[in-house]
């Protein structure tokens, strides 16, 4: 079993669920996260095995997987955005 870091006592539930939110959201990357919260991308995904169902975070992780907009290095200079402006974020 893999053990979490101690940082998950120092979020309240809303920090807990906007994480997740954000981890969700394909153009925010996981840069965008640790510049919030404070936590890497290993780190984030602990905490979505975590949190999430089984079946929900093998879900997410293969889409994360795929996804180049997740990494700030790899994101095309066209994504100028972290979220989709019809969507609120920090």
């Known amino acids: 079993m893999i053990k979490l870091p101690l940082f998950t006592a120092q979020f309240t539930d809303d920090d807990r669920f906007t994480i997740i939110e954000m981890a969700w959201e394909d153009r925010t990357s996981f840069e965008a996260i640790a ?4 936590v ?3 780190a984030v995904i602990q905490f979505m095995r975590k949190n999430l169902k089984c079946s929900s975070f093998n879900l997410w992780r293969s889409r994360v997987s795929a996804r180049n907009t997740k990494h700030l290095k790899l ?3 066209s ?3 972290a979220y989709c402006n019809t969507q609120y974020k920090m």
């Open 75 to 77: 994101r095309a200079s």
């Open 35 to 38: 510049h919030h919260f404070g």
């Open 79 to 81: 994504v100028n955005r």
């Open 40 to 42: 890497n991308e290993s």
